[in-house]
């Protein structure tokens, strides 16, 4: 376990299972607007496929990139998940990023997010990109508030519960999250 220092009890580490059954028992994906937001649907299907979704990124063992999920924890204790493609070849790195509802507005998303962007440039990259449903707005105001630029929107690029919706793709440059971090 990483303990991240901006954050008391705050730690990152392996996903295990323990992530998937606090989940069902706190029901992180039980929210129908949650659900749809995070591009899983709504009603049943929504939570199948959100819980679906979530073993799937703990089972990934079969991808042409550098690809990690990290399981957040408040002491010992989980709290959400990360993933982070990196493509060294490109300098560039996808990320996602999952709080329980239950535990945000606490600061945790803010913590996990500075550690792994201080992780991801260290190591040469340059480019941090998220893509990200454009009903998702607190996600939106989350990202853009840390200094993300809307970059482009995919029109059209997402179908769920017989309808379309946009992706909207913002990134972070590493001399903006350097200069940011100046005037913080």
Do not use: C
Request: hydrophobic share 35%; net charge negative.
């Amino acid at each position: 376990m990483i303990e991240v220092s901006e954050y008391k009890g705050l730690t990152l580490g392996p996903v295990t299972q323990d992530v998937a059954r606090t989940a069902a028992e706190e029901k992180w994906m039980e929210d129908e607007t949650e659900n749809r937001q995070q591009g899983f649907g709504k009603a049943d299907s929504g939570r199948v496929n959100a819980i679906e979704g979530l073993i799937n990124l703990f089972d990934r063992d079969h991808v042409e990139s550098d690809f990690g999920v990290i399981g957040v924890y408040i002491d010992g204790e989980p709290a959400g998940f990360a993933a982070v493609e990196l493509h060294p070849d490109q300098k560039l790195a996808d990320l996602y990023l999952f709080t329980s509802p239950k535990r945000r507005g606490q600061g945790i998303g803010t913590a996990v997010l500075n550690y792994l962007l201080g992780v991801i440039y260290a190591n040469g990259t340059y480019r941090v990109q998220v893509d990200i449903l454009k009903i998702n707005k607190g996600g939106l105001h989350f990202l853009r508030e840390r200094g993300f630029t809307w970059e482009s929107t995919k029109k059209s690029a997402y179908w769920m519960d017989k309808n379309v919706y946009d992706i909207a793709h913002l990134r972070l440059l590493r001399p903006d999250w350097i200069e940011k971090n100046k005037e913080e």
